[in-house]
C-alpha cells in the first residue's frame, strides 16, 4: 500500500510538472529571456569541452568521425582568427569559453533566481487575496490559521524555488548530456563506465525518494502546526498567562519546531548527498588513470598528461553538472508537492470569483427576503433550517437567542459569507446567486462585538481603506460616542494605536468599529453585541444616534440587551436554529438573559 502511495506521488508530481510550467510561462515573460540565456550557456558549454579534442589531437590521440570533425572545425576557426595550430591555442580558447559559460551561467543564475522571486509574490499575494475575498468561510473555520500562513509563507517560498530548481536541473541535464556525447567520442571506455555508475546511482536514489515524499509531506504539516501555535499564543497571551499555560505552549511549539528541524534536516542531507554521488566516478578514474594496469586491461595504454589533463577536466564539467541536475531535480520533486495545496486554494477560485465579477452590481437594498432557507458550515449538517424572514428599508429589528442557536450564522448569509444549501435568499428582487458579492457587501455591513483593531492611527481604523470627507469622518466619530476619546489623544484621530487596540478598553474598540461602519453608510448595518461593552447612558445615545442616522435604512441587532429589543419595530427568535418566534415585544426567555 505505502508503495502504490509513493508511486502515485510520484506519477502525481510528474503529471503536475507540465502544469506549473505552464503557468510559470503564462505570466512571467523574465522565464522565456531565462530560456535563451540558458540555450546560450549549453552551446557555450559545448563548445568549452570541444575545443579539447584538438588539444589531445596534437598530442597523438586518435580521432575520427565526429572527433576529426570538431579537431577540424577548430583548426579552421583557428586559421580564419589567424591564430597558431597550437596547443597553446586551444587552452587559451578553452579559457575563454569557459569564462563565457560562467558569465552567462551567473546571468541565468540572476533570472531564474528574479522568476522565482516573482513566482513567490504572486502566489503569496494570491492565497492572502483568497482567503481575505472569496475563500469559503466554513473552509477557513475547518482549517487552521497556521494552514494559510504556512501556503502564503514556507509553501509559496518552496514553489517559487521550484521553478529555478527546475531551470538548473533541465540546463544542467543538457549540459551534462552533451559533456557524456564528447565524453563518448574522446573515449568510450570512459563513457560506458561512467554511465553504469550513474544508472546504479541513479537507483539508489530512485529507492531513496519513497522516503523523501514521506518527509516532504511532514514537513509541511508541522510547518502549519508550529505557525498555528505561534499566531494563537500571540493573540492569546493574556489567557495563557492569566492559566499559567506558559511552559505548556511554549513546549508545544518547541516540539513541532523541533520535529520540524529534523524533518528539514534529514530533506538537506537528501539533497546535499545526491548532488555528491557522481563525484565518485572521479576517483575510481582516477585509481584506473594511477594504475596503469587496470587500464592496461581496459585495453587504453598509457595515458598522456594531456589526455590525463583532458579527460579530468570533462569529468569534473559532465560531474558538477550531474550533481546540479540531480539535486536541483531532488529539490523540484520535494517542493512541486506544496504547490497542489496551494493550486487548491488559488485555483479552485477561478469559477466562484467568475460569477462573484460578473453577477449584478447591488446598488442598494431596500429588502432582503429570506424562504425557507437552510444553511451551514459542513455539508449536510445546517445550522439553521427552513428559516422564512423578511426585512424593510425604515424598520429595525431585534435577533434574539442561546448561543450557537443560528443567530452568527444568519448574519453570514446575509452579508453573503455563506451560500444557502436550500432555500432562496432575495436582496430586493435579485437572487443570492446572480448577484455580485463585492457589491452586497458595501452595501451590507456587520459590526461584531470584539472589534478588530489593525496596525495603524485611529483615522486609518475607522477609514479602513476608504477615503472619506472630513465632515463624513465627524458625523461618524459623533454617532458613535467616539469624539469625547479623539479629544484625550495627543495627535487625536491621528494618534496610532497598539497591537489590536492594546491601550484601548473594550468600549472604545466598539465605539471605533461603530464609526467604522457608519463612515460607510451602509444600507443595511448588522450590530452583532456591537454595543455590550459600553455603559448604559453612552449606549442610549448610541443607539438614538443610529436610529436617527438610519431611520430609512435596515437596523438589525443580534443582542440579549432588553433595553434594545424595546426600541425595535420586530424581534425574532431563533431556537436550535429555527425561527420560532416574531413578534414586536421582546419574549420572556430573552428578557430574562439581559
Not at 540565456?37 to 569541452?49: I, N, R, S
Not at 448569509?413 to 458579492?437: C, K, T, W
Request: net charge neutral.
Amino acid at each position: 500500500m505505502a508503495k502504490q502511495k509513493n508511486l502515485y506521488g510520484i506519477a502525481k508530481v510528474a503529471g503536475y510538472l507540465p502544469k506549473f510550467t505552464s503557468f510559470v510561462f503564462r505570466n512571467f515573460l523574465s522565464a522565456h529571456l531565462a530560456v535563451v540565456v540558458a540555450m546560450a550557456g549549453v552551446l557555450l558549454e559545448y563548445g568549452a569541452l570541444s575545443v579539447m579534442l584538438p588539444l589531445t589531437s596534437a598530442e597523438g590521440q586518435k580521432a575520427g568521425g565526429i572527433s576529426s570533425k570538431a579537431v577540424e572545425f577548430w583548426h579552421q576557426a583557428a586559421e580564419i582568427l589567424r591564430l597558431p595550430v597550437e596547443p597553446k591555442t586551444w587552452l587559451w580558447l578553452f579559457l575563454l569559453l569557459l569564462g563565457l559559460r560562467i558569465a552567462v551561467g551567473f546571468t541565468q543564475l540572476a533570472l531564474n533566481t528574479w522568476v522565482s522571486k516573482r513566482i513567490l509574490a504572486h502566489l503569496s499575494g494570491g492565497i492572502f487575496s483568497r482567503v481575505v475575498v472569496n475563500e469559503p468561510l466554513s473552509d477557513i473555520y475547518r482549517r487552521t490559521v497556521g494552514h494559510y500562513t504556512a501556503l502564503a509563507g514556507d509553501e509559496a517560498v518552496r514553489v517559487g524555488q521550484v521553478f529555478f530548481h527546475m531551470a538548473q536541473a533541465v540546463s544542467a541535464l543538457v549540459a551534462a548530456l552533451i559533456g557524456l556525447i564528447v565524453l563518448f567520442i574522446f573515449s568510450p571506455f570512459v563513457f560506458k563506465l561512467t554511465l553504469l555508475f550513474l544508472l546504479l546511482s541513479g537507483l539508489a536514489i530512485g529507492l531513496a525518494m519513497r522516503h523523501v515524499f514521506s518527509w516532504s509531506n511532514e514537513s509541511a504539516f508541522l510547518s502549519r502546526e508550529a505557525n498555528t501555535t505561534f499566531i494563537e499564543a500571540f493573540n492569546g497571551i493574556r489567557s495563557i498567562r492569566s492559566m499559567a499555560g506558559e511552559e505548556f505552549v511554549a513546549q508545544r511549539y518547541r516540539n513541532f519546531i523541533d520535529r520540524y528541524g529534523r524533518v528539514l534536516f534529514l530533506l538537506d542531507v537528501f539533497n546535499h548527498g545526491s548532488r555528491s554521488v557522481p563525484g565518485l566516478i572521479l576517483i575510481i578514474l582516477g585509481l584506473i588513470v594511477l594504475f596503469p594496469g587496470i587500464a592496461g586491461i581496459a585495453g587504453l595504454g598509457e595515458f598522456s598528461a594531456v589526455y590525463f589533463f583532458t579527460v579530468t577536466t570533462m569529468l569534473i564539467r559532465v560531474l558538477s553538472f550531474l550533481g546540479t541536475a540531480v539535486a536541483s531535480g531532488g529539490r523540484v520533486a520535494i517542493d512541486i508537492r506544496a504547490a497542489f495545496d496551494i493550486d487548491d486554494i488559488i485555483g479552485s477560485s477561478t469559477a466562484s470569483q467568475a460569477v462573484a465579477e460578473d453577477g449584478a452590481q447591488v446598488n442598494s437594498v431596500r429588502s432582503m427576503t429570506i424562504t425557507g432557507l437552510s444553511c451551514g458550515y459542513v455539508a449536510d449538517h445546517p445550522v439553521l433550517s427552513e428559516v422564512t424572514v423578511q426585512m424593510r428599508a425604515g424598520h429595525i429589528y431585534a435577533l434574539v437567542g442561546r448561543s450557537g442557536s443560528g443567530k452568527s450564522t444568519l448574519s453570514d448569509v446575509l452579508l453573503g459569507l455563506l451560500a444557502p444549501m436550500s432555500g432562496e435568499l432575495f436582496i430586493g428582487d435579485q437572487p443570492y446567486h446572480r448577484i455580485n458579492l463585492a457589491s452586497l457587501r458595501r452595501k451590507v455591513v456587520l459590526v461584531e462585538q470584539q472589534t478588530r483593531i489593525f496596525s495603524g492611527s485611529v483615522r486609518e481604523n475607522i477609514a479602513f481603506g476608504l477615503e472619506p470627507t472630513d465632515a463624513a469622518l465627524q458625523v461618524a466619530v459623533e454617532a458613535s460616542g467616539l469624539a469625547e476619546l479623539v479629544d484625550t489623544l495627543p495627535a487625536g484621530l491621528d494618534t496610532r494605536l497598539d497591537y489590536q487596540g492594546a491601550n484601548l478598553s473594550g468600549g472604545q474598540r466598539q465605539r471605533i468599529g461603530l464609526a467604522r461602519a457608519i463612515v460607510r453608510q451602509p444600507d443595511v448595518l448588522i450590530l452583532d453585541e456591537a454595543t455590550s461593552a459600553l455603559d448604559s447612558q453612552t449606549r442610549e445615545q448610541v443607539l438614538q444616534n443610529l436610529k436617527s442616522l438610519f431611520h430609512e435604512r435596515i437596523l438589525l441587532f443580534i443582542t440579549h440587551d432588553n433595553y434594545i429589543m424595546q426600541q425595535v419595530d420586530e424581534v425574532w427568535h431563533i431556537k436550535k436554529g429555527k425561527l420560532v418566534t416574531e413578534d414586536r415585544k421582546p419574549c420572556e426567555y430573552e428578557v430574562s438573559q439581559s
